[in-house]
Nanobody, 124 residues
Framework: QVQLVESGGGLVQAGGSLRLSCAAS????????MAWFRRAPGKERDFVAA????????DYVESVKGRFTISRDNAKNTVYLQMNSLKPEDTAAYYC?????????????????WGQGTQVTVSS
């Protein structure tokens, strides 16, 4: 069982930056691929970025490439999402997720464990 707790959301102006953190319980954090998803009002929960257990490979949705960076610190059981050049369309609840079996997946159905989410609001 893995418990995930996100933090770092907030209100920021367009062009600003935020860093989200997701702290995980458990002693086997390094075997889980980790991902960030987001859900805007009235929309589905969409893939944003993922990183393998070792941190050696990452994947991003096209709309955030060059602006967002996913990373992890396995010694701290934490995954991060650095978000730069934020846009109003990035406004959403952001969720981290953990998956032990499917590698770098963009499907929310691949992820076994989810956090409660943290709200990011970008004003224009």
């Amino acid at each position: 069982q893995v418990q995930l707790v996100e933090s770092g959301g907030g209100l920021v102006q367009a062009g600003g930056s935020l860093r989200l953190s997701c702290a995980a319980s458990g002693r086997t954090f390094g075997i889980y691929s980790m991902a960030w998803f987001r859900r805007a009002p009235g929309k589905e929960r969409d893939f944003v970025a993922a990183v393998t257990g070792s941190g050696s490979r990452t994947d991003y949705v096209e709309s955030v490439k060059g602006r967002f960076t996913i990373s992890r610190d396995n010694a701290k059981n934490t995954v991060y999402l650095q978000m730069n050049s934020l846009k109003p369309e990035d406004t959403a609840a952001y969720y981290c997720a953990a998956d032990r079996q499917n590698g770098l997946s963009r499907s929310r159905w691949s992820y076994e464990y989810w956090g409660q989410g943290t709200q990011v609001t970008v004003s224009s």
